[in-house]
């Protein structure tokens, strides 16, 4: 006998199909997997199982949860079911919390809601939740806000919420996409704990083929609103028996063909960061004090050959960024030199920086955030080009923006369309035109596939290889991502606490990590084949 | 937090120095010489001159100043050059009056704006957000006392519930003196609802899009109760914000309100002191306004802090 029990679910949107005689059923105990690309509908099933729809959503079929028909149930029957049965935990934990309570009222909140109980009893639980999620009283007493927390230490919250009262089913969707690798395998673990100590269900929604292999005792895929395939994790994944299934499964792990490392044969260096350091003011404590200075980037040293491709991977914080944005000379470092082709770049001016600039260029993590929406692609793929000592007349830049969309594999009328005309991966792809346009010698690449499903992921990936074999380009990616590290560089630094800890060749650190903060790093990534070895071994 | 308050202190007497200055100086400059208003048309160029030595207007400006300035600090803001009594003594018989009617419309204009606003936003789109909105859209419109004449026309005049107009003061009794300042503060709160209630929901509606009010909702906390529990403190900010900028409004709005009830307040005295030129009430009574405005700007600054607890540990 199921938990949750969806049968022939189909939603429509303003009479837009979102999901299509969706089938999925969870039950006691159970981990479900719901793998999707996004738009496939997966966060919609979570929420119509919650009842949370948009007001225009219109469902048919048959929901049941533990013999209740949740399509037919009241307002009422489903605030009495939410948070107390049915708990649910979100992706974005920087958002999730309510900044002006605390995440003591916020986790009592629900429990008084439901148990009638007092505040004092009510209190007392929620410290106990907190206790069991990791955030124990002397570090973390309930009168903390949620901005004195991190992006990881407020997912706990989130899960605190949804778990206080021992519900019967958990929704996580995509909980941990947010994190970093090795916040993402604790939340993780918590989760499989819960699971395990109250015979939970828990429904667990995830782009990721890895983490849900890792997790899931059975798996259903979903694309475009219809279920492709359902059945037990192992199976599904080692015999990859329908065709979607084993194209998800190869593009996540997708290498790109690179023939040889490019351009290293000269011995010339294109980027020398010596002894960079900066400094953050810390927080004023008082009229006349401050808190000591944050030291985001420590003395770090580094050097790049021109074609060479680099990744820099850390955990968030660790000042990955802080350095990318120093090398990139839109941040001064607070003491150091980076040089750039032979030039330092430290302390110049905008006018002086401007040949530098031509030659470096930057691409993005969120496709969506970083075009502005009211211009064309044509404006937003030239910007780059007023670095450019003589203005280019107006055929010359359409003639060079056509270009660039052919090099990365868009069509040139593309130019007059606007941004929202564009899939995700496309609009990643422009990013990369605007980033090429002024045909730089090192492109910095700020988590460019994170946001992006794995079949994009898998041709831009591509598109990078080809760029670098054919044009030359240096790359350094930043990234928490280890698989992006190992599908496109040839090597790889490991930054922490603001100091790069290990240097190496791609596959030596990642399948030989010496210092502390790479084995975390290593252990903590999920692996696609290392988990259905795993679920083999254990469903046999 | 101590640093914010101390801060936002320092901010709001910088203010209240820099305003008494520019009071003092464009009324200086302004034409018009207070001791020959006094002596009348027939007086002569000796006596005039006289009565401004008397009265300190040949002193230097400067001196002059820190002399009206000093005088303020210790609550002395000299005779009034018409009535030739302590302004202080005027003020505090029309603060009587005033402050009472600027609190009643603020505390309705407060009393009708929430509610609406947080109607409005939870039917977005719907009927009843159409209907609330055109109606606030037309408040925003509508000049108050034109507002003020028909509450007359209706309320005293038709149905005479109210007294038109006038003031019994409050040794009449308190109920008596309230019902003469229900009308004109109905009047002055109107407008001031309305654009409340038009901020009061585009904040709600802002909040009501944030992942936390899905998280609420998900704990089974029904629609309203998120309302009131979640949305409606986060949106609280820019609410707060229109607040304070309208008690400055509802000051000055009652100078035409007062006219058309024929309130004995504020109002009415600093539009009779300019018509006679007597500066020195002018100029205490603008004092006192600019004082009200940074000292309510200055609280909600504060209640910002009250509300946001981002805003205790952030600079």
């Known amino acids: 006998m199921s938990l949750l029990d969806i049968k022939n679910l189909s939603l429509t949107i303003d009479d837009t199909p979102i999901l299509k005689g969706m089938e999925l059923s969870v039950a006691p105990g159970e981990v479900m997997g719901l793998v999707g690309e996004s738009g496939s509908g997966k966060s919609m099933t979570a929420l119509t199982v919650m009842q949370l729809l948009p007001y225009a959503a219109r469902a048919t079929g048959r929901v049941t949860f533990d013999g209740i028909d949740l399509l037919a149930a009241t307002e009422d029957q489903m605030c009495a079911l939410r948070g107390d049965d049915i708990g649910m935990v979100f992706q974005e934990p920087m958002t999730a919390l309510n900044p002006v309570k605390t995440i003591g009222e916020q986790v009592a909140e629900g429990i008084r809601w439901h148990t009638k109980a007092s505040r004092a009893e009510a209190e007392d639980r929620a410290r106990k939740m907190l206790d069991r999620v990791g955030l124990p009283s002397a570090k973390f007493p309930m009168s903390r806000y949620p901005h004195e927390l991190s992006g990881g230490q407020r997912q706990r919250v989130v899960i605190a919420i949804a778990c206080a009262l021992k519900p019967k089913l958990l929704i996580a969707d995509e909980p941990t996409t947010a994190l970093d690798v090795v916040l993402q395998a604790q939340i993780l673990d918590l989760l499989r704990d819960l699971v395990a100590e109250s015979r939970m269900g828990l429904l667990l929604i995830s782009h990721d083929l890895a983490v849900v292999t890792e997790m899931a005792d059975r798996i259903t895929i979903l694309r475009r609103g219809e279920v492709m395939e359902t059945g037990d994790t192992a199976r599904t994944l080692s015999e990859q028996l329908h065709p979607f299934t084993r194209q998800l499964a190869q593009a996540s792990i997708h290498v790109p063909a690179r023939s040889k490392p490019h351009g290293l044969e000269t011995g010339r260096s294109l980027l020398q960061v010596e002894g960079v350091t900066r400094d953050y003011a810390g927080r004023r404590t008082s009229l006349f004090r401050r808190a000591p200075d944050i030291r985001a980037v420590d003395q770090v040293s580094l050097s790049m050959a021109p074609g060479q491709s680099l990744a820099l991977v850390g955990r968030s914080g660790c000042g990955k960024s802080t350095l990318a944005r120093m090398i990139l000379a839109l941040d001064r470092p607070s003491s150091g030199t980076i040089r750039f082709r032979g030039e330092t770049i430290t302390g110049k001016s905008e006018a002086e920086l401007k040949p530098a600039r031509r030659d470096m260029q930057v691409v993005f993590q969120d496709p969506y955030g970083s075009f502005d929406p009211r211009q064309k692609v044509e404006k937003l793929v030239a910007e780059p080009l007023h670095v450019l000592d003589k203005k280019p007349t107006r055929a010359e830049r359409r003639e060079m923006v056509a270009h660039a969309l052919h090099e990365v594999g868009l069509d040139q009328r593309d130019m007059d369309k606007y941004p929202h005309e564009f899939s995700g991966g496309q609009r990643q792809r422009l990013s990369i035109a605007r980033a090429i346009i002024t045909r730089p010698k090192l492109v910095v690449a700020d988590e460019p596939v994170s946001a992006l499903d794995v079949s994009i992921r898998a041709q831009i990936l591509d598109l990078f290889a080809e760029l670098n074999q054919k044009l030359g380009i240096a790359y350094l990616f930043i990234t928490h991502d280890l698989t992006v590290a190992r599908a496109i560089t040839d090597e790889v630094l490991v930054m922490h606490d603001g100091k790069i800890v290990e240097r190496g060749k791609t596959s030596d650190v990642l399948d030989h990590p010496q210092s502390e903060a790479a084995k975390a790093l290593v252990t903590a990534a999920p692996d696609l084949y290392r988990a259905i070895a795993r679920r083999m071994r254990e469903q046999g | ?315």
């Open chain 2, 1 to 315: 937090m101590t640093a914010y308050l101390l801060k936002r202190l320092a901010i709001a007497i910088a203010t209240l120095i820099l305003a008494s200055m520019v009071v003092f100086a464009v009324l200086e400059v302004l034409p018009g010489d207070p001791a020959r208003l006094m002596l009348g048309l027939n007086a002569s160029a000796d006596q005039v001159e006289l009565l401004r030595n008397q009265m300190g207007l040949n002193a230097p400006l400067a001196l002059r100043y820190l002399h009206w300035a000093g005088g303020l600090l210790s609550l002395d803001f000299g005779r009034s050059y018409t009535y030739s009594v302590p302004v202080i003594d005027l003020v505090r018989e029309r603060l009587a009056v005033s402050l009472p009617l600027a609190l009643i419309a603020l505390a309705l204009s407060t009393m009708i704006a929430i509610p609406v606003g947080l109607f409005s936003a939870s039917r977005r789109g719907r009927a009843g957000d159409t209907i609330s909105m055109g109606a606030a859209q037309l408040g925003v419109a509508v000049p108050n006392f034109w507002f003020a004449l028909m509450l007359i026309y209706v309320f005293a005049v038709w149905l005479q519930l109210v007294p038109a107009g006038g003031f019994p003061g409050w040794s009449a009794g308190i109920w008596p003196a309230l019902k003469s300042l229900l009308l004109p503060a109905v009047a002055l709160a109107l407008p001031q609802a309305a654009i409340l209630a038009r901020v009061t929901r585009s904040a709600l509606i802002e909040v009501l899009n944030e992942d936390y009010i899905r998280t609420a909702r998900a704990k089974g906390l029904p629609y309203r109760a998120v309302l009131w529990r979640h949305a409606l403190r986060n949106a609280m900010i820019p609410v707060l914000t229109i607040l304070g900028l309208q008690f400055a409004f509802l000051l000055a709005g009652t100078i035409i309100i007062e006219n058309v009830f024929y309130l004995p307040g504020l109002g009415r005295l600093v539009f009779q002191a300019i018509t006679q030129r007597d500066l020195i009430v002018v100029e205490s009574v603008v004092m006192l306004l600019v004082a009200a405005v940074i000292a309510v700007n200055l609280l909600v600054d504060l209640s910002y802090a009250v509300v946001d607890p981002r805003l205790r540990t952030r600079q």
